[in-house]
């Protein structure tokens, strides 16, 4: 069997996404660490506008992957395009000019534990240097507002949150920058129901106000069914299929059976548009 030319799609890919403009572009990613192999000639497109997760088993890559598109780590081999650069290639100005062009929300947070909210969001700002502090402070109010929170909430400090608001300011910080992509790692790891449906609906909402592209990594399947546009599924190593959540639970795959075919998962999956019902299109496709 002929090898598969390195822009091809992974297998349950739609056949329509070659139409779509890519904001990420992923060609014979190989990563290894010593012998241990993470990725092997991983194949992967991010379509302009769209929510792509991305779920795999632990230690399948997800993580490492995610790392390698921001420039945080260097692939073995292959290349990862963001806008159409790559980031490995870049030098440092040129490195950063692209990173003001994405956003990206740690899984924990990571907020700076001495600073307070209003200071974790400005830091991108201030580090950037181009506005006198006050207007910093101003943009930094705004993106508060903008993630949910008040002006009361600006003052205080990581270790005064909820776990609910740790994620709020690590959005607002992620946005700070007004990026075009925003990646998410785990959003919605360790909130209750509640307050992860409402941070959903934050998501989905800030999605079509602001016409990001997202590129999420979850294991919540309610949060991947509320969200995703589509999904990709890293198994052995590769990018086993990545397509709408209907078409993956097609592919034929031992991962693939036991995330997506479980009584869990048959209940989040009862969300999805049933056929003929129309879903929401990508900002910018209406």
Known sequence: ???????????????????????????DLVKRFGKAVVHDHVNLDVYRGEVLSIVGGSGSGKTVLLRQIVGLERPTSGTIKVFGEDPARLRPAQLQALRSRW?????????????????????????????????????????????GLSARDADKMPSDLSGGMIKRVALARALSLEP?????????????????????ALIR???????????????????????????????????????????????DHPFIREYFLGERAQ????????????????????
């Not at 598969?4 to 992923?26: L, S, Y």
């Not at 209940?267 to 209406?286: C, D, H, K």
């Open 180 to 200: 075009e992509l925003l990646f998410l790692d785990e959003p919605t790891a360790g909130l209750d129901p509640m307050a992860s449906d409402d941070y959903v």
């Open 205 to 251: 909402e800030l999605r079509r106000e602001l016409g990001l592209t997202v590129v999420m990594i979850t294991h919540d399947l309610d949060t991947l069914v509320a969200l995703s546009d589509r999904v990709a599924v890293l198994a052995d190593h590769k990018v086993i299929a990545a397509a709408p959540i209907p078409q993956v639970v097609k592919v």
């Open 1 to 27: 069997m002929s090898a598969a030319p390195a822009n091809a799609n992974p297998p349950g890919a739609p056949q329509h996404a070659p139409q779509r403009t890519p904001v990420i572009e992923v060609r």
């Open 103 to 147: 956003g990206l929300q740690f899984q924990r947070g990571a907020l700076f534990s001495a600073l307070s909210v209003i200071d974790n969001i400005a830091l991108p700002l201030r580090e950037l240097r181009a506005l006198p502090d006050n207007l910093i402070c101003q943009a930094a109010l705004l993106k508060l507002q903008l993630v």
């Open 267 to 286: 209940r989040a999956l009862q969300a999805l548009p049933r056929p003929g019902q129309p879903a929401a299109p990508p900002p910018g496709e209406a």
